[in-house]
């Protein structure tokens, strides 16, 4: 069985990326022969599992010269908004990644192609290989760009209803993807999400004495509730030397992570910005802290949740749309706390006189969590029974849905 897996994004930072490379290494485990594509930047070198047939599109060159396309307006790197793409760079892209495309084709001779993202480089992979199996992937950005930007919106949907296959993360995305595209809910199936338990277990360290430790990973950025956030730490009633937040992740948009600094130095409590980190670090961390918080604004169903409680934290997230039904049938008793999110304009855009309250009963779940923490002592509690949230079985639904299991 041959396996060819495409993404117009890097293989390696954001969570897509790391889906694709992990159920990439999932059907290595089972022996399959793959390839896969991605869009890189000039100076990237991706790590992808051995043995793995890998066909760079690079951008910032002569035929592609401007950055990589980013499936969300603020990415944690340089990038290019789809918004911001004419039809001269519309052309490129679509040449760039087809050439590419072809030569993988030609060497690989997949039996099945995956495309990550429901939007415009797998609308190109079906019209150009109408009588290949081509299956696509929701990652919950395709469908925001679809509601926001009209870039090749009808060729797009078009192409999408003629996959062979639809992959939704969970339930909730099922009647957005038949809505949005017009899709058949027949085609649909949802596979969930995994975690590398490999790089993600809790540890042997005790709690650090009286001090509660917050973590946060994701995009430095207002979408991603990282502003809501460091507001709501004012509201947390402990002493200044109880609390420490740490933030991992790239700047969203410079503007945005200035913004952020700022709020984090008129901060009570000390906030570390620890930047991008590399899986085992951002293991590490969950393993140092007690609490990971994300308190986005939209989500399809975030993997950062799922590796936390893995390591033994508790987790403190925004209740959002599909997210509490997945985790509660595939990692029941989970110690999780939701926040009621403010109302939203549009897809990710939240009502600005609801964020107060919003930040309110976050501070008041920070510190619900916070008191279950110093009840527990020095002892971490045991992490959540995640057995049924692994890539080997996201990747035999896949299987199972494409026939190749």
């Avoid at 679509?94 to 495309?115: G, M, W, Y």
Wanted: charged residues 25%; proline residues 6%; neutral net charge.
């Amino acid at each position: 069985m041959r396996i060819l897996s495409i993404s117009a994004q890097k293989p390696d930072s954001t969570g897509s990326g790391v889906y694709m490379t992990e159920l990439i290494r999932a059907f290595v485990d089972k022996g399959y022969e793959q390839g896969a594509v991605a869009g890189i930047g000039p100076e990237d070198r991706p790590e992808l599992p051995e043995g793995i047939r890998f066909y760079p599109v690079r951008f910032e060159t002569e035929d592609l010269p401007f950055p990589v396309a980013g499936m969300s307006d603020e990415m944690p790197y340089r990038s290019t908004r789809y918004c911001d793409m004419t039809e001269e760079m519309t052309a490129q892209f679509s040449q760039a990644f087809l050439k590419v495309i072809d030569q993988a084709v030609r060497k690989l001779q997949p039996d099945v192609i995956l495309c990550h993202h429901l939007y415009l480089l797998t609308a190109l992979v079906r019209k150009h290989y109408p009588e290949r199996r081509v299956y696509g992937f929701c990652h919950n950005t395709d469908l925001r760009q679809m509601q926001k930007n009209p870039l090749q919106r009808s060729f797009i949907a078009e192409q999408i209803c003629d996959l062979d296959g639809i992959f939704a993360l969970q339930a909730a995305q099922t009647a957005m993807i038949s809505e949005i595209y017009g899709a058949d809910t027949g085609k649909i199936h949802v596979v969930g999400i995994g975690y590398n338990d490999r790089i993600f277990f809790q540890s042997e360290r005790k709690r650090n004495g009286s001090e509660i430790r917050i973590a946060y990973a994701g995009k430095i950025a207002e979408k991603k509730g990282v502003m809501s956030l460091l507001r709501a730490m004012e509201h947390l009633p402990y002493r200044t030397e109880r609390v420490h937040l740490f933030l991992a992740g790239g700047a969203g948009n410079q503007k945005e992570y200035e913004e952020a600094r700022s709020l984090a130095r008129r901060c009570r409590y000390p906030v570390e910005f620890l930047g991008k980190l590399s899986q085992q670090n951002l293991a590490k961390l969950y393993n140092m802290c007690d609490i990971f918080v994300l308190p986005s604004f939209c989500e399809g169903l975030p993997l950062t949740p799922v590796e936390a409680l893995a390591c033994g934290d508790r987790v403190v997230m925004t209740d959002l749309p599909g997210i509490r039904p997945w985790l509660t049938e595939c990692a029941p008793g989970a110690d999780v706390l939701y926040v009621r999110p403010p109302r939203m304009r549009g897809v990710d855009e939240p009502v600005e006189e609801d964020l107060p309250g919003f930040e309110q009963r976050l501070a008041e779940s920070l510190w619900t969590a916070a008191r279950a923490v110093q009840e527990q002592g020095n002892l971490r509690k045991p992490a959540a029974d995640l057995r049924r949230i692994r890539w080997e079985q996201v990747a035999a639904r896949v299987g199972k849905a494409v026939g190749i299991l």
